[in-house]
C-alpha cells in the first residue's frame, strides 16, 4: 500500500458519537429511523433532529447512503448507510462494499475531508468481523487512490477485538 494512503487511514478505538470530523458513518436499518448498537447511539447523541430529518428522507435501500446533518453530534454530518443481513442477502460481499463506497461518495459530493466508519454490519446483522474488515480496508484503499480530496478515514472501533483485527488488516 501507498504510504501516502496509509496515512490518510487510522485505526482508533471508542464511541463514533465522540469524535470530531466532518462526518461519521451510521450503521442504519432501511427506516433510517433508529434502532440498537452504533444506530441507537448516534440517534441519542445527535438529538430529536436528527430523527426529524430522517423521517423526510423515506428510508435507504440496502447498499446505498443517505446524509443528515449531525446535530449535537461533534461532526457536521451523519452519512447512513444500510448494511446486508449477513444470512438474508444473496451477496452480502457486494453490499458491503457498496455500503462503502457511496458513503465515501456522498462524502465528496460534500466536500467532507474527514470521515469515521464503525464496523458497518458486524453486530446484529451478523457480517463476519474478518471478513468485514477485509472488505472495508480494501474499499476504502481503492476509493482513496483515485480521490486526494478526502484527508482522513478512520475506522472507529467499539471493541478492542475489532480494534485489534483492523490493526491487523491494515498491516498486512
Same mark, same amino acid.
Given at each position: 500500500?501507498?504510504?501516502?494512503?496509509?496515512?490518510?487511514?487510522?485505526?482508533?478505538?471508542?464511541?463514533?458519537?465522540?469524535?470530531?470530523?466532518? +462526518? !461519521?458513518?451510521? =450503521? %442504519?436499518?432501511?427506516? @433510517? #429511523?433508529?434502532?440498537?448498537?452504533?444506530? $441507537? +447511539? !448516534?440517534?441519542? =447523541? %445527535?438529538?430529536?433532529? @436528527? #430523527?426529524?430529518?430522517?423521517?423526510?428522507? $423515506?428510508?435507504?435501500?440496502?447498499?446505498?447512503?443517505?446524509?443528515?446533518?449531525?446535530?449535537?453530534?461533534?461532526?457536521?454530518?451523519?452519512?447512513?448507510?444500510?448494511?446486508?443481513?449477513?444470512?438474508?442477502?444473496p451477496d452480502?460481499?457486494?453490499?458491503?462494499?457498496?455500503?462503502?463506497?457511496?458513503?465515501?461518495?456522498?462524502?465528496?459530493?460534500?466536500?467532507?475531508?474527514?470521515?469515521?466508519?464503525?464496523?458497518?454490519?458486524?453486530?446484529?446483522?451478523?457480517?463476519?468481523?474478518?471478513?468485514?474488515?477485509?472488505?472495508?480496508?480494501?474499499?476504502?484503499?481503492?476509493?482513496?487512490?483515485?480521490?486526494?480530496?478526502?484527508?482522513?478515514?478512520?475506522f472507529m472501533?467499539?471493541?478492542?477485538?475489532?480494534?485489534?483485527?483492523?490493526?491487523?488488516?491494515?498491516?498486512?
Amino acid at each position: 500500500m501507498e504510504k501516502n494512503i496509509r496515512e490518510r487511514i487510522e485505526i482508533l478505538q471508542g464511541d463514533i458519537t465522540r469524535i470530531k470530523v466532518d +462526518a !461519521i458513518v451510521n =450503521a %442504519a436499518n432501511n427506516s @433510517l #429511523l433508529g434502532g440498537g448498537g452504533v444506530d $441507537g +447511539a !448516534i440517534h441519542d =447523541a %445527535a438529538g430529536p433532529k @436528527l #430523527l426529524e430529518e430522517c423521517r423526510t428522507i $423515506g428510508g435507504c435501500p440496502t447498499g446505498e447512503a443517505r446524509i443528515t446533518k449531525g446535530y449535537n453530534l461533534p461532526a457536521k454530518y451523519v452519512i447512513h448507510t444500510v448494511g446486508p443481513i449477513y444470512d438474508e442477502e444473496p451477496d452480502p460481499a457486494t453490499l458491503l462494499a457498496s455500503c462503502y463506497k457511496n458513503s465515501l461518495e456522498l462524502a465528496l459530493k460534500h466536500s467532507i475531508k474527514t470521515i469515521a466508519f464503525p464496523a458497518i454490519s458486524c453486530g446484529i446483522y451478523g457480517y463476519p468481523l474478518e471478513d468485514a474488515c477485509k472488505i472495508a480496508v480494501d474499499t476504502v484503499i481503492s476509493f482513496l487512490k483515485n480521490h486526494k480530496s478526502i484527508e482522513k478515514v478512520i475506522f472507529m472501533l467499539f471493541s478492542a477485538d475489532s480494534y485489534a483485527i483492523y490493526q491487523a488488516r491494515l498491516a498486512s
